[in-house]
């Protein structure tokens, strides 16, 4: 499964950023408004190439991550992609990758797309991981979605699906996921991976 989901959002994040232009690259992300989209794009072709060469101390922290931007920081965009490309062949290759690694990459597939104005992430891309995620984080809680309920906890929310996708993942504040839809008390602290955003989000 997180195979596929990591393969499936490389291609798909070389195809939205291959040819971009000095502005659109240079544009910050708002999901990640330390970074840029090149910055970000750094940091997918040196998380990948520190998995496969066992550069994982630290990961997946803040200074973790800022290595990766300040190594390629005058890396062209489309030999980032290259770099990317090729360390992801040997990814390709394993049996099996970790959970963190696909959820990274499609993760950021969202952070791009809003920051170069595209359409929002496919349906079919999120949703299979949300319904695996969602009675795996939320242990007392039904979770009930446009596409159906997730989970048989006494506590209900009901919630686009989209929006606990992205706040499992910290790109929603802690404001946002109170004001849904729940039944009883609202157990926020399990929801995100990373810290929730200080700030709304809305993308």
Not at 36 to 54: C, I
């Amino acid at each position: 499964m997180f195979e596929e989901i990591y393969r499936e959002a490389r291609q798909r994040i070389v195809g939205l950023t291959m040819g971009l232009s000095a502005e659109e690259l240079g544009r910050v992300v708002p999901a990640c408004p330390e970074w840029t989209v090149h910055q970000l794009m750094a940091h997918l072709a040196g998380g990948a190439s520190d998995f496969v060469n066992g550069r994982m101390e630290g990961a997946p922290s803040g200074e973790w991550t800022a290595r990766h931007v300040a190594e390629r920081a005058g890396v062209p965009a489309d030999d980032l992609l290259e770099q990317w490309n090729e360390t992801s062949t040997r990814i390709d290759a394993m049996e099996r990758i970790p959970f963190p690694l696909a959820m990274d990459a499609i993760t950021h597939e969202a952070d791009l797309r809003a920051a170069l104005g595209r359409e929002r992430l496919p349906d079919a891309v999120w949703q299979p991981t949300l319904v695996w995620m969602a009675p795996r984080r939320l242990t007392d809680v039904t979770v009930k979605t446009g596409f159906g309920a997730l989970g048989d906890g006494p506590i209900t929310l009901e919630v686009d699906g989209y929006e606990l996708w992205r706040a499992f993942f910290g790109r929603r504040s802690r404001r946002q996921m109170e004001s849904w839809n729940w039944s009883g008390p609202a157990p926020i602290e399990q929801i995100p991976f990373f810290p929730s955003r200080a700030t709304d989000l809305v993308e």
